[in-house]
C-alpha cells in the first residue's frame, strides 16, 4: 500500500506511520508538512490513499483537497483532522474526500478508515452520517455560514476561537491586512457587526472546537 500522509506536526505523522505499519507489514509512505508538499508529491507517482490535514500553514488542507481531485481524480483522500465533524465534514465531503475522521479516534478506526477508503468505499461515524443526511435538504434554507468561501469559513472558526487578526495571520501564513479584509467579508456576508456577533453564532450552531 501507498499512503501519503499530509500533516504540519512530524510527530503526528510518525505515529500514523507506526499505527499503520503495524496493520500492514508492505506499505510504503511519503510525507508532506503542508499543501504545497502533497501537491508535489500528489504529481510525482501515484498513492493508493492520501491521508489529509485540514490546518495546515498556508494554504489549508480543504483547499489542497480541492486540487488533489484535479491532480489525482481516482486517488481517495482520507481527512483526519482535530476539527470536529460538525465543522468541517461536509464541506470536505461536497469537496470531494472519501473519509472523515477526528484525531481522537481509535488507531483500529484508522486502519478500517484506511481500507475501507482504499477499496473504493467512503468512511463515516454515525454522528456524521446523521449529518450528511441532515444537510441533503434540497429547497430548505441554508444556515449563513454556508455562504461563505472555504477561506472564510476557516477564518470565522478562528475568531470564534478566541484568535486575533495577527494570530490567525501568523497561522495561515497570510497578511493581517488579508485577514482583516476576509473578517470584513464575513461580517458583511453574514449580516453581523462584531466578532462577538460571530463568535455567539458559531457556539450556538456548534462550529467551535
Keep these: 500500500m501507498r499512503v501519503l500522509i499530509a500533516d504540519d ?3 503526528v505523522r510518525r505515529g500514523l506511520i507506526q499505527i499503520l505499519t503495524d496493520a500492514c507489514k508492505t506499505l510504503t509512505v511519503g510525507e508532506a508538512r503542508d499543501a504545497q508538499e502533497v501537491l508535489r508529491l500528489a504529481r510525482e507517482r501515484d498513492w493508493d490513499i492520501v491521508v ?3 490546518s495546515m500553514p498556508g494554504r489549508n488542507g480543504l483547499e489542497a483537497l480541492k486540487e488533489l481531485r484535479q ?4 486517488t481517495p483522500v482520507l481527512i483526519l483532522t482535530t476539527h470536529p465533524e460538525e465543522q468541517y465534514a461536509i464541506r470536505v465531503f461536497r469537496a470531494g474526500a472519501a473519509g472523515y475522521m477526528t484525531k481522537e479516534s481509535a488507531p483500529e478506526h484508522l486502519v478500517e478508515a484506511v481500507r475501507r477508503v482504499t477499496a473504493g468505499g467512503k468512511y463515516v461515524s454515525p454522528t456524521l452520517a446523521e449529518l450528511l ?3 441533503v435538504g434540497g429547497d430548505a434554507e441554508k444556515p449563513p455560514h454556508e455562504s461563505l468561501s472555504d477561506r472564510e469559513y476557516q477564518v470565522l472558526c478562528m475568531i470564534a476561537s478566541g484568535k486575533t487578526v495577527g494570530q490567525i495571520a501568523r497561522e495561515l501564513s497570510l497578511s493581517d491586512k488579508t485577514i482583516s479584509t476576509y473578517r470584513a467579508r464575513i461580517l458583511e456576508k453574514m449580516g453581523m457587526k462584531t466578532n462577538a456577533d460571530l463568535t455567539h ?3 450556538s450552531n456548534g462550529l467551535t472546537q
Excluded at 71 to 74: G, I, L, T
Aim: proline content about 6%.
Design 9 to 11: 506536526h512530524a510527530v
Design 52 to 54: 489529509l490535514d485540514i
Design 71 to 74: 491532480v489525482r481524480p481516482r
Design 133 to 135: 443526511a441532515a444537510s
Design 201 to 203: 453564532y458559531a457556539i
